[in-house]
């Protein structure tokens, strides 16, 4: 069973939609309780970094992700917000993150380049930088759609699953053991994102 964490942040129903129709079983968690039954996790998110851990910790299921990701190494994967969040903090705010992929969240307007519109946002290629569960059989030149103004730099390069390049190169995808994440919406990008998804559900 695959549950999409509904902390209040994301599109969850884009989420069970794309599983429905893949055939594979996926609902949605708004408490502890019903997280229990997962096999996999999704922790989705858009906005600003702070509410979003406000959010999770309000929900009452961050403990359990905590038991169930660091625990008993139950596979999550964190999609925008959703991946910055696993950093140990970002320069978009004053909380601390997961800490589940060593790391900080940047943002873009700290390059100080000013031809560099923000937010990035539209479809871009994304490169693997190593052997990943979730990119196996992906087609040569898969693009995702992004929308975001911060990006995910990782303490540990080994930890950079993908990585694609917007005013400075970035970790577009990042991995650590059982916990993965994308700053791309898999979910908003067509036949690239529904096989990624699948992926997840099947090979990680």
């Known amino acids: 069973m695959i ?3 509904d902390y209040g942040l994301g599109n969850i129903q884009a989420f069970l939609n794309v599983y429905k129709r893949l055939n594979i079983v996926a609902e949605r968690a ?14 989705p998110g858009v906005g600003a970094f702070d509410h979003a851990m406000e959010l999770l910790d309000a929900s009452g299921m961050r403990d359990a992700l905590e038991a169930m990701v660091r625990g008993r190494g139950v596979p999550v994967l964190g999609i925008c917000v959703g991946m910055q969040i696993l950093a140990d903090g970002s320069d978009e705010g004053r909380r601390s993150g997961l800490g589940w992929v060593p790391g900080r969240v940047h943002g873009f307007a700290s390059l100080r380049k000013p031809d560099l519109m923000l937010p990035h946002m539209g479809w871009h290629a994304v490169e693997p930088t190593r052997p990943n569960p979730l990119f196996d059989d992906l087609e040569t030149g ?9 990006y995910f730099e990782c303490a540990q390069d080994t930890h950079a699953a993908a990585r694609a390049s917007y005013g400075v190169d970035f970790a577009c995808a990042v991995r ?11 979910e908003k990008s067509h036949h690239f994102g529904t096989a ?6 099947v090979g990680c």
Request: glycine share 2%; net charge positive.
């Open 3 to 5: 549950r999409i964490v």
């Open 30 to 43: 708004r408490t502890a309780e019903e997280l229990a039954d997962a096999d996999k996790l999704i922790l």
């Open 142 to 150: 898969s693009r995702f759609y992004f929308l975001h103004s911060f």
């Open 176 to 186: 650590n053991a059982n916990v993965h994440g994308v700053q791309f919406h898999p």
């Open 196 to 201: 990624l998804l699948k992926n997840f559900a």
